[in-house]
Every structure is written in structure tokens, then in C-alpha cells.
């Protein structure tokens, strides 16, 4: 049984595009993030969600709009797709925002604007 | 700044050695955590181990421990008996309390490659 999901693994798709990564955790976890993964593999926080409230917005473009309908579900929608939002994005969820439980990764999607 | 240091971009070992990734920090909190992550070629990331900053005994779990040395603000992944199947990206990540939140902050990753 997945504990976080993603969906789709790949997305490949035009710039100018909009586009969407649906996230889902089974672990009955509070706190959900999005994180970037660039060509470097360097990992950078986006969005940190707490029981469906947004507690951490790092310095992302307001093209990015994370949506979460329910603490078990973060989704990621993307408007007007540039060359640079290439990446893999990754879904992670946590028991708390703060203490020190480890967060759980989704598998990742890799998209690629062309 | 950088927060979390990973000198090593690339390390080989030979199977069934031991093996250090290093891993330095920096924070003017008390309380802090860290964790390391795996991320196999597949590309998922595993979470392996974990330290608190006030735990005074160094993590282990299975093959894994986590040199800890605090003054030195050093958590160093310490892997061993190597296995081919730990070839993969290993990240260092610190637990960072910033704006009333905390948020896992990840270093730049050190490539591991088991030879046999």
C-alpha cells in the first residue's frame, strides 16, 4: 500500500500550458509539502500545508497555486508552464510541522516543459 | 547561507567496506533534527535515520549510524558493509524552525557508487 502517491510520474508538455500533480497520503499525517528537485538535484521547499492550511509559502512564483481539498491531499496546479519549472516535484507528507518526525516522499513527477 | 554542507559531490566504496558521507550544518537553534534520505536511480527518496540535537547516544538503524558530534556541528552517515544495492544519491537534511514553522532543508547530495 503507497503511502504517498503521486499522480502522473511523468508530464511532459508545452510551455504556456497549464497543468496539474495530484498528491494523496494514507498515513493520516497532518502536514504535506511540496518540494522541487532541479537538474542539480538540488531539493528546495515550495509549499508546506497543515490539516488543509498553508504554513510555509517559500519565494515560489505565484504561477504555482498548491490546493489541498483535505489534510490526506495536496495537489499542485501550474499556470502559463515556462522552460524553467522543469523538475522533478516531489510530494512528502509528515506526522507534525513541529517536531522531529521524518517526512515521507512520494515517488516523484518528472516534468519537462518543452 | 548554506545551512547544510555535503563536501563530497561523488564517493566510491568497495562491497562489504564501510563508508562515511559527511555532513555539516549550520543553526543557532537548541532543538533541531537530522535526517538522512537515500534516492536510488528509480528516484524515490527513503528516509533512513534520524538524530535529535538533544539525543545523547548516535542513531543507528541496521547497516546505517549517524556519527553525531554536535561542537562540531557534524552528522555524518556512516554506512556498513557496503551493498551493490546502495548505489545512490544520499541526502543530509536539517530540521529548520523558521517564521514559527519548521521545514526539512536538504544539502546538495553525495553520490554514492559501490563497486564490487
Known amino acids: 500500500d503507497t503511502a504517498v502517491s503521486q499522480t502522473p510520474k511523468y508530464l511532459v508538455t508545452q510551455m504556456g500550458n497549464d497543468k496539474s500533480i495530484k498528491c494523496e497520503q494514507n498515513?493520516?499525517?497532518?502536514?504535506m509539502y511540496w518540494y522541487k528537485q532541479d537538474s542539480k538535484k538540488f531539493l528546495k521547499i515550495m509549499f508546506s500545508?497543515?490539516?488543509?492550511?498553508?504554513?510555509i509559502n517559500e519565494t515560489v512564483p505565484n504561477r504555482f497555486s498548491p490546493k489541498s481539498p483535505d489534510k490526506a491531499h495536496l495537489n499542485l496546479h501550474i499556470n502559463s508552464l515556462e522552460l524553467g519549472d522543469s523538475a522533478v516535484y516531489f510530494c512528502?507528507?509528515?506526522?507534525?510541522?513541529?517536531?522531529?518526525?521524518?517526512?515521507?516522499f512520494g515517488q516523484g513527477t518528472r516534468l519537462t516543459v518543452v | 547561507a548554506q545551512k547544510i554542507t555535503q563536501t563530497q559531490p561523488g564517493m566510491f566504496v568497495q562491497e562489504k567496506e564501510a563508508v562515511t558521507l559527511d555532513c555539516t550544518y549550520d543553526?543557532?537553534?537548541?532543538?533541531?533534527?537530522l535526517f538522512w534520505y537515500k534516492q536510488p536511480s528509480s528516484g524515490e527518496m527513503i528516509f533512513l535515520i534520524y538524530?535529535?540535537?538533544?539525543?545523547?547516544q548516535n542513531a543507528t538503524e541496521g547497516r546505517y549510524s549517524l556519527n553525531f558530534q554536535k561542537a562540531r556541528k557534524s552528522a555524518n552517515l556512516v554506512i556498513s558493509a557496503s551493498q551493490l544495492g546502495d548505489s545512490a544519491m544520499y541526502f543530509c537534511?536539517?530540521?529548520?524552525?523558521?517564521?514559527?514553522?519548521?521545514?526539512?532543508?536538504f544539502g546538495a547530495g553525495t553520490r554514492l557508487a559501490v563497486h564490487p
Open positions: 543553526t543557532s537553534d537548541q532543538s533541531y533534527g
Open positions: 498515513l493520516g499525517h497532518d502536514t
Open positions: 500545508y497543515n490539516n488543509k492550511e498553508l504554513i
Open positions: 538524530q535529535g540535537s538533544y539525543d545523547e
Open positions: 537534511a536539517m530540521r529548520e524552525f523558521s517564521g514559527g514553522y519548521n521545514k526539512l532543508i
Open positions: 512528502a507528507s509528515s506526522q507534525d510541522y513541529l517536531g522531529g518526525s521524518e517526512a515521507f
